[in-house]
């Protein structure tokens, strides 16, 4: 299966195509992705279309595969999955803080503390390593 690579115009259409949820024509794409002409648009989507990954309706274009498993679509907004995780765990971390919070403190709690700040730091590192990676 061809993956445009990862700076490539192609895969900015796909995205822009992916983020719409809808069909959309070569004049949008190229507007919305501030393209020098529609042909350009035009090219890249044809390369999407022969590829698999989009498919054409009545003249525009939308996307018939998806490549981005790890990410979420909620209308227009397209989040990394590991943001889900990050807002669990930062979730429980704030329980911990203030619901369940022992009198005296004992190490079974400190040691779930640990392991809520451990998970928020990787769940956060890797949404952020998502992010950056998508745009």
Known sequence: MFIPPVNSTTLRVYRYLYK?????????VQKGLGLSSPSLAYYHLRKLVEEGLAKEENGSYVVDKVLFENMIRIRRSVIPFETTYLALFISTLVILLTVFRPNPVTQLYVFSLLINAAAVGVFGYETLKSLRQKS
């Open 20 to 28: 719409q949820g809808r069909p959309v024509g070569a004049h949008e």
